[in-house]
């Protein structure tokens, strides 16, 4: 009998000598049979970790108690000197392999011959240990109660598939995605299998992840950097949630499809930014991981814009749509927004641009929501701009004011106004030159008021000077008193004549007060005179002018003529005695008159000493000096006033005081 009493056998021993025997022919060649210890299956291969024992082949004639087996780690390793501890007897043996590879399996039994003898034999099986780990997979979500399994793993020959606690469904193969109908189950199990070992599997559960729900998705806006295919094309994106793929296609310009991919874009995004884009219709398409639905976002498409120069001097938009269905359009330029253009052949015309002034534009379509590139353009021509506009004017101050315009608008920036001046005698002179449509003042026709009228011309960046205005002559305004006391004035006026010398004028008298507050306004006439018969008594001086509308004036404004001034005298009375004896008759020495304001009324005794003071018509003396009884006597008075005309007066006199 081949045996010892050996313990503590170690994996991996050196293969010093080969004690294998050849398998019995009555066998089938295969001396012992591997048993999975669970099931009781004959097995042809072992499993990490799942423990097996042996059993000699029925046809031998061998005493379980004196048969003993071992395995070790490799292919043909064997137990030193050929020889197995009685702990591996065929009854209580059992072998779990811990790890993966080959195995060699050494069985020491003693076979009974026919004739009564007993002989020991040694063979050894080699079989192959295989790991259970378990198999990797991913799961990705899909709408309508399905998902998408993917198994990753590249150890097993085959493998089964569960929802749930639902029956195992065969994968196709690895590496290829599978739609799995879920049915409520909230978890997937994969199980692995090899094709040698059944009872040789390994489960791996994952749980399904959670779903956001669908959204359509958003293309917000569409923008070019430079016309296709030559810029960059930004797009903002919304509603791209997590759990579903994104995909930017492309139709080509003037269609309605078919769609190309272009890029995928990642869930999330709010910006795609695609350079060197093609003309066409863009949008985002979403597809769940199954792909049992698509959605598209709405489409947008693209729109280039090129700006060129007109034989008028305007400016062209030239417009590249890839819109099937065209415009609507705004333009802003030079980031504003402007709506007088023109539509022509192929875009827009922008008429309203003034010569050698740069101009930026941009188109927006779809809503706002498709952006051409920026264009700039400086504007050119060798068209004399329009003829311009001016009216004349008066200020308060009595100075020529000067407002030019261009018919439709107010004079742009970037030209320059060349003023003349047409005195009614002497030469014409070119007095002001200005860069701006700002009114303007011509200071040097204040002293005299004599009849001037006024012309302008208008020469743009280019050179270009339009034709000379029409004659823009102002009103001068007289005013003269019809008595002594200037209780009628007579009013005179030149003729006004303004942008358009067709149009009727019409004359509003208007009376002021110092500081040019209305205070009165007569009806409208077109006569050149009329007649104040009733002007204000309390007024010393009198002042006029005219509001001036029609003869071309834009509508809204005014001229105004030269302002005319009659002043009155002041008139001051005093008396020459008073009697303050409380009779109620000539009690209080007071100052009476017209017009007197900004007084001072000083009266003194004798000895020189003041005893009385005035700044008012309210204040009065009653006779007492410092609060004592009236002395009767003859005191002097003296007077004195800046009235409202600037006219100095001093009066002096006298005045007797009796009780």
């Known amino acids: 009998m081949l045996m010892a009493l050996m313990?503590?056998?170690?994996?991996?021993?050196?293969?010093?000598?080969?004690?294998?025997?050849?398998?019995?022919?009555?066998?089938?060649?295969?001396?012992?049979?591997?048993?999975?210890?669970?099931?009781?299956?004959?097995?042809?291969?072992?499993?990490?970790?799942?423990?097996?024992?042996?059993?000699?082949?029925?046809?031998?004639?061998?005493?379980?108690?004196?048969?003993?087996?071992?395995?070790?780690?490799?292919?043909?390793v064997y137990p030193p000197g050929c020889l197995i501890s009685p702990t591996g007897a065929s009854t209580v043996y059992r072998y779990t392999p811990t790890a993966p590879g080959p195995v060699t399996i050494s069985e020491n039994a003693n076979t009974t011959l026919a004739n009564g003898g007993v002989i020991g034999t040694f063979y050894t099986r080699v079989l192959t240990a295989y790991a259970t780990v378990p198999p990797p997979f991913t799961i990705a979500p899909c709408p309508a109660g399905v998902a998408l399994v993917?198994?990753?793993?590249?150890?097993?020959?085959?493998?089964?598939?569960?929802?749930?606690?639902?029956?195992?469904?065969?994968?196709?193969?690895?590496?290829?995605?599978?739609?799995?109908?879920?049915?409520?189950?909230t978890t997937v199990t994969v199980t692995g299998?090899?094709?040698?070992?059944?009872?040789?599997?390994?489960?791996?559960?994952?749980?399904?992840?959670?779903?956001?729900?669908?959204?359509?998705?958003?293309?917000?806006?569409?923008?070019?950097?430079?016309?296709?295919?030559?810029?960059?094309?930004?797009?903002?994106?919304?509603q791209l949630p997590t759990g579903y793929t994104y995909t930017l296609q492309r139709a080509p310009a003037g269609s309605t499809g078919p769609f190309q991919n272009v890029a995928d874009v990642p869930p999330g995004s709010t910006s795609v930014a695609l350079p060197n884009a093609p003309a066409g219709g863009y949008r985002v398409l979403r597809t769940d991981n199954c792909q049992t639905a698509t959605v598209p976002s709405a489409t947008r498409y693209t729109l280039g814009l090129a700006v060129a120069s007109s034989a008028q001097g305007r400016i062209q938009l030239l417009l590249t749509d890839a819109n099937p269905s065209p415009g609507p359009y705004a333009v802003t330029r030079n980031g504003v927004a402007v709506t007088n253009l023109t539509a022509i052949s192929g875009g827009l015309e922008d008429a309203n641009v003034v010569c050698g002034t740069r101009y930026t534009y941009r188109v927006s379509t779809d809503g706002g929501a498709v952006l051409s590139?920026?264009?700039?353009?400086?504007?050119?021509?060798?068209v004399a701009p329009p003829t311009p506009r001016l009216v004349a004017s008066f200020n308060l101050q009595n100075l020529v004011t000067l407002t030019p315009s261009l018919p439709g608008g107010p004079v742009t920036a970037g030209g320059t106004l060349r003023y003349r001046r047409l005195p009614s005698t002497g030469p014409v002179s070119d007095f002001l030159t200005a860069t701006s449509g700002r009114t303007v003042t011509d200071s040097t026709a204040a002293a005299t008021l004599t009849a001037v009228c006024y012309s302008l011309r208008l020469t743009d960046l280019c050179g270009n000077t339009s034709a000379e205005s029409g004659v823009a002559c102002p009103s001068i305004l007289t005013a003269r008193a019809l008595d002594d006391e200037a209780t009628a004035v007579a009013l005179n006026w030149s003729a006004f004549t303004g942008p358009d010398p067709a149009q009727p004028v019409a004359y509003t008298l208007q009376a002021l007060a110092p500081d040019g507050t209305v205070l009165a306004t007569a009806a409208p006439t077109a006569a050149l005179s009329t007649t104040d018969n009733q002007p204000p008594i309390d007024r010393q001086v009198l002042r006029y002018r005219l509001q001036i509308s029609g003869a071309g004036i834009p509508a809204?404004?005014?001229?105004?003529?030269?302002?005319?001034?009659?002043?009155?005298?002041?008139?001051?009375?005093?008396?020459?005695?008073?009697?303050?004896?409380?009779?109620?008759?000539?009690?209080?020495?007071?100052?009476?008159?017209?017009?007197?304001?900004?007084?001072?009324?000083?009266?003194?005794?004798?000895?020189?000493?003041?005893?009385?003071?005035?700044?008012?018509?309210?204040?009065?003396?009653d006779g007492t000096i410092n609060g004592h009884a009236p002395v009767n006597g003859v005191y002097i008075w003296r007077f004195e006033q800046t009235d409202e005309a600037g006219q100095f007066t001093r009066q002096t006199g006298t005045v007797t005081l009796l009780k």
């Open 7 to 76: 313990g503590g056998l170690v994996p991996g021993q050196a293969r010093a000598q080969n004690c294998a025997q050849p398998p019995p022919t009555d066998c089938g060649g295969v001396p012992f049979a591997v048993v999975d210890a669970t099931t009781g299956q004959e097995v042809q291969a072992l499993c990490v970790g799942r423990p097996v024992r042996f059993v000699p082949c029925a046809s031998r004639a061998v005493s379980p108690d004196l048969t003993y087996y071992t395995a070790l780690p490799g292919t043909d």
């Open 556 to 621: 809204g404004t005014f001229s105004y003529s030269s302002v005319a001034q009659v002043p009155r005298r002041a008139r001051l009375l005093l008396p020459n005695a008073f009697t303050p004896n409380g009779d109620g008759l000539n009690d209080v020495f007071e100052v009476k008159g017209r017009f007197l304001d900004n007084f001072v009324l000083i009266v003194v005794d004798r000895n020189g000493q003041q005893v009385f003071r005035a700044t008012n018509r309210a204040t009065t003396w």
């Open 373 to 382: 590139n920026e264009a700039g353009l400086v504007a050119t021509s060798t």
């Open 193 to 238: 299998y090899y094709a040698l070992v059944g009872p040789c599997t390994s489960p791996n559960t994952q749980t399904i992840p959670a779903l956001a729900p669908p959204q359509v998705p958003a293309l917000n806006t569409l923008a070019l950097s430079a016309p296709a295919p030559t810029g960059e094309l930004s797009l903002g994106v919304g």
């Open 150 to 185: 993917t198994v990753t793993d590249a150890v097993y020959d085959r493998y089964t598939v569960r929802a749930g606690s639902g029956p195992e469904v065969a994968v196709v193969r690895r590496n290829l995605p599978q739609v799995v109908a879920l049915a409520g189950a």
